[in-house]
Every structure is written in C-alpha cells, then in structure tokens.
C-alpha cells in the first residue's frame, strides 16, 4: 500500500505515489528580518512621535509609552510565532483563522485584507514617504498637498511595477 502524502498547499490527505507538493521556500533570514521589522514599525514611528511626546508631557514620559508598547508588540509577536509552529500549514493568517475559527471567517478575513487593509496600509505608507520627501523643498510652509499626493501615487504605481514584473524582488510579505 503507497504511503500517505499530505498536500501542503490544501492540507489534504492523497494516497497517490507522486511528490508532495510545497510551495518553493524563497524567503531568506534577512527577508523574514526585514519584514517584520517593516510590519512592526512602518511607517507608524515616523508619524507618530511627535503626538506621543506632546501628550506624554516629557520625554520620559514619551520613552515610557514608546517602552511599554514596545513589550506589547513583542508579545504580540511572540504569540503570532507560536501560531507559526502549532499550525504549520501555508497561508499565515488566513491559515491561523480558517484552523480556529472555519472557513467562513477566514474567508472574509481574505476579502478584508484584499480590499481594505492592504491597499490603505500602502496608502498611508506612500503618503507618509512622500510627505517626508517633499517637506524639505517647503521648508517654510507645508507641502502642496498636490504634490505629496502625486508622489505617493507614484511611489504605488512603481510599487506595483516592480511587484508585476520582477516578483522575486519584493517577497510577499502582505
């Protein structure tokens, strides 16, 4: 009798004689590095400090904030470790949902991500980027918000260039 093989793409179970199917494992130490340090920072600690120092009142007060919520995302990211080693099946979050609460929920999870999430977390990233790079040619004043617009729509489009065409360049972290 052949030996069980498990679809790690589906997690289904076959008992036919080819292969196993994975998905092809391209993603280095440096990029795994890289991308949560991008989704843990973002582009949230260039915005944000300023708020946090003027309603924390001082700057230790400020480092205070910046310290404990700091020990909040890395239990958050130890939790979201350990969901990588308990189900270890492809798809990280959509994975984690479909296994804890049905396919449903994970589902609507992915349409979410897809039509909401996603395009306006790169929004506000581009928005954010483009904000600090024209800043410096009004220094007297606030920036066009034309410009900061435009850029940030360029810096999607280019984004999007590079993501069509030479996938292997941006691995897929969202």
């Not at 280019?158 to 969202?174: E, G, N, Q």
Request: hydrophobic share 45%; proline share 6%.
């Amino acid at each position: 009798m052949p030996a069980e093989k498990v679809d790690t793409v589906t997690g289904s179970d076959s008992t036919s004689q080819s292969s196993d199917i994975k998905l092809k494992k391209q993603l280095t130490l440096f990029n795994g590095v890289t991308i949560i340090v991008g989704i843990i920072v973002g582009s949230g600690i260039f915005v944000s400090p300023k708020g946090v120092l003027m309603e924390a009142g001082s700057v230790g007060g400020s480092l205070v904030v910046w310290g404990v919520c700091g020990a909040f995302s890395l239990i958050g990211a130890l939790c979201y470790a350990e969901l990588g080693t308990t189900i270890s099946k492809s798809g990280g979050d959509y994975a984690y949902i479909k296994e804890a609460f049905g396919p449903l929920p994970g589902f609507l999870y992915l349409w979410a991500m897809i039509l909401i999430i996603i395009p306006s977390s790169n929004a506000i990233t581009a928005l954010t980027f483009a904000n600090y790079v024209v800043q410096p040619i009004f220094p007297d004043c606030s920036p066009p918000d034309s410009a900061v617009r435009l850029l940030a729509a360029v810096c999607i489009c280019k984004y999007c260039l590079i993501r069509a065409y030479h996938i292997f360049l941006v691995p897929h972290d969202m």
